[in-house]
């Protein structure tokens, strides 16, 4: 199963590959606005306003999303102001940009149909390979259909509007240069062809699932895991039965998966994984494939935090560079994305400059955010030094 690094390897990873939207960061600064908590207004834009209910949706958008979600953080506690009023300020910029733009593309009569939307969804399966790449990418990043397709009509509105502000063509000279001038990017590490069939374990979920039956729930916490362990022993046996078939006669390998493996999204290809380097799996995954020679199976089934593979090696490259003709595209379409972004920065840079911008709420005067955050440097810096001292004290002692 692919890791937490799996999108950087080749140059098609590198600059479009399997990336979710080809051009994300165009709509990273709109967000669509619904749900609204309080119609309150704490900033007006020119003759549009924003409220505090926008604000609190966006809020806690960036808060559960990120560095503080991943460290388990909580930046409504008063101890973690210093991080509260970043985002807090963030939040500010990128409501008031957005309806900076939003007032742009009224003014131009932009609109965006669900022709436009259906369209774009389109290109993007077809860059990925099927509807259930698509999905499976949609999980990994908890995005449900709904709020892609959300973000996706901002994009695509965002790209209308780029298309009126300038040509962002390249050229092949353009690409090419591009190419030249940045070799590592397109420098591909040694690689493994692999395909595998999946019995999932999920612990948590299994435990859930025991819990839940009606036949269990007079157990206690010690019979709960006693059957929780025979339901693990239980996939470990049908991942060996698995792996004895499929040494058997390797030709069945794509049947068995088809018919077998819990990774739907490679089940239907017949377990293929396609070419991957070694950062691109977790680490147990990629240690076995890269030990093994083409047309293997793996001694035994593999244990990952996904549960049990049975990992039969097709192919290996070595290492090596794109050809400039396979990647080009892509190339294209990175630097042509990267003249949008341009563009749209230098129209809200304008748009700003001209903009009336009334904080009708002073606590979100992005000035008096910044003396927020000046002075919870300042505390941070005093309390760790009275930290420091009380430490020094308690060493002499």
């Known amino acids: 199963m692919r890791g937490k690094n799996n999108g950087n390897t080749a140059a098609g990873n590198i600059l479009c590959g399997k990336k979710l939207l080809a051009t994300l960061a165009l709509s990273a600064v709109l967000f669509t606005g619904c749900g609204l908590k309080s119609g309150e207004a704490i900033i007006k834009v020119n003759d549009q306003t924003i409220t505090q209910g926008q604000f609190d949706q966006e809020f806690d958008k960036q808060a559960n999303t990120g560095f503080a979600k991943a460290f388990g953080i909580n930046v409504k506690d008063g101890k973690n102001d210093f991080l509260y009023l970043l985002i807090k300020e963030r939040v500010i910029n990128e409501l008031i940009v957005r309806s900076l733009l939003d007032q742009e593309m009224q003014k131009r009569g932009i609109k965006v149909t669900n022709k436009d939307v259906d369209d774009a969804v389109k290109e993007i399966i077809d860059k990925l390979g099927s509807k259930e790449q698509l999905n499976a990418l949609l999980k990994q990043y908890g995005m449900s259909n709904a709020d892609f397709k959300k973000d996706l009509k901002e994009e695509v509105k965002m790209k209308k509007l780029a298309q009126e502000l300038g040509s962002s063509k390249i050229s092949d000279a353009d690409a090419k240069k591009f190419y030249d001038n940045n070799p590592a990017k397109f420098q591909q590490p040694d690689r493994v062809r692999a395909s595998h069939i ?30 929780v362990e025979e339901e693990i022993k239980a996939k470990e046996t049908k991942a060996n039965q698995l792996l004895a078939e499929a040494k058997k006669d390797m030709t069945q390998f794509a049947k068995l998966a088809k018919e077998n493996s819990e990774d739907t999204t490679t089940a239907q290809k017949g377990g293929d994984l396609g070419f991957f380097a070694a950062k691109e799996m977790v680490p147990e995954f990629s240690k076995a494939a890269f030990s093994m020679k083409p047309n293997t199976i793996s001694d035994k089934p593999v244990k990952t935090q996904f549960g049990y593979h049975i990992i039969m090696v097709t192919d290996r490259a070595a290492a090596s560079k794109v050809p400039f003709e396979k990647t080009k595209e892509n190339i294209k379409a990175y630097l042509e994305n990267q003249k949008q972004i341009e563009l749209i920065d230098n129209l809200t840079e304008s748009l700003k400059k001209t903009a009336k911008i009334e904080y009708v709420n002073p606590d979100y005067d992005p000035a008096n955010v910044q003396k927020g955050v000046q002075e919870s440097i300042k505390n941070s810096a005093e309390t760790a030094k009275e930290l420091e001292k009380e430490a020094q004290e308690k060493n002499k002692k």
């Not at 999946?198 to 006693?226: F, R």
């Open 198 to 227: 999946l019995i999932a374990v999920n612990p948590q979920e299994i435990t859930e699932i025991v819990k839940s039956a009606p036949e269990n729930k007079n157990l206690d916490e010690a019979a709960i895991k006693a059957k």
